[in-house]
């Protein structure tokens, strides 16, 4: 098993959100956020009879300067036959206006290299073009869409406005890098942690915020239409900070959830955007 992405991350039946230093959109706040992953469920065709592992999610950066992405998802995975290690380490940056994205991601199984992709995907109005280096050089040509941080401001945006329901895409880099996901997102109502939340220690400061529940199903274009069931599925809370927590990760045969265990908040980058 390939660790897959977390992310939160191109409308198809509406426009896409701008993300412009000139929008008033929500200020995301740098952190840095640590999940206790556990297996949540595992089907007999998994094979799989225990998980654990962790999560680091690192973001930084404004609307002005770009966003930068540092992401490791280490897992150890035991079977009836075995147990694997895998580690999966991501860096992506993001220009503040969604138009260029850079990505690279490690892929090690038990500490050794298993896989490398990096590139450097552009936006413009004709579509997505995807620029290769590794595993191999070359080019992609995929239709218009919106990268992580884009697809977590609409988020907010829609949540925001009291939509609950709606129908959008996303190119993240991960895998092979070379397709883009419809994703379906349902929003719950706001609400705040109670007492007995356990994340509310490593919340610290921020537990007496407001949250929403959100649930995202991702599908795979390249497979045409009609496709009923999603690749994976992800639910979390959301904050309106973009702090997301709570976890349940659901790739079909089985399924894991992340708590969030240690967050640290950096300082927010401060002044007018530079013309």
Known sequence: MRAKRLVLLATLSTPLLPLTPALAAPVLAPHRAVYDLVLDQASDRSGITGLSGRMVYEFNGSACEGYTVKFRFVTQIATSENTRLTDQQTTTFEDGEGKTFSFVTKSFVDQNLDREVKGTATRDASG???????????????????????????????????????????????????KVMTTTVIVGKKSEAPDTDPERPALAALAKDKFWPVDIAYFDESKGGGEEVPEYRISFKLHENGLTRDLVMDYGDFSMTGKLVNLSLFPVPQGECKP
Do not use: M, R
């Not at 073009?129 to 992580?148: H, I, N, Y």
């Not at 925001?160 to 070379?178: M, V």
């Open 128 to 178: 997505l073009k995807v620029a290769l280096e590794k595993p191999e050089a070359g080019s992609v040509d995929l239709a218009k869409t919106q990268f992580p941080t884009q697809h977590l401001v609409e988020l907010i945006d829609k949540a925001e406005k009291g939509e609950t329901f709606y129908e959008t895409s996303l190119f993240d880099g991960s895998e092979d890098a070379n």
